[in-house]
């Protein structure tokens, strides 16, 4: 009981906090100004520059012959998607190129929301490794667009 005395001044210049040191800043370097020349030309973008050229998509009922599939992949059932019995029916966009091979998919249409089981993720995976025959329009081999019907159906 003997500090009960004390004022609160000299309390406080007793247990006094010390101050952190001031740390410099250091000194930026501000970049170099470069002047930029002006010219008297302007540039303007060409024609094929402003709209490019989209890539020419043939449609499948324009092309001469059917869809031909030469190497056919199954996608994996999704574990969890079968050990819950669930069935998924899914519409696939894809886009075959001139030598038969798939360079786009997406999912277009599914049935209920599956995103949480697997079956886009494993509809995609093999749709990418579809081969098909090259489709033919004036005698050419072009790009086509097709939907494919995937159905993720238990067999028991």
């Known amino acids: 009981m003997q500090n009960l005395h004390l004022k609160p001044t000299t309390f406080y210049k007793v247990f006094k906090v ?10 930026l370097i501000a970049p170099k100004k470069v002047a930029l020349q ?15 050229p989209k890539e020419k998509i043939a449609d499948i009922s324009d092309v001469d012959n059917d869809a031909v599939i030469i190497e056919r992949v199954i996608p994996k059932y999704p574990e969890v998607a079968r050990k819950a019995g669930i069935e998924c029916k899914l519409i696939v966009e894809i886009v075959i190129d001139e030598r038969g091979r798939v360079i786009h998919a997406s999912i277009v249409n599914t049935d209920r929301d599956t995103k949480d ?6 509809a995609l995976a093999a749709v990418k490794k579809l081969r098909f025959e090259p489709f033919i329009q004036n005698n050419q ?7 494919y019907p995937i159905d993720f159906v238990l067999i028991e």
């Open 117 to 122: 089981y697997g079956f886009e993720k494993n």
């Open 141 to 147: 081999p072009v790009k086509v667009k097709i939907f």
């Open 18 to 27: 010390k101050r952190a040191q001031k740390i410099p800043k250091k000194k």
């Open 38 to 52: 002006k010219t008297d030309e302007t540039y303007t973008p060409k024609e094929e520059e402003k709209n490019p």
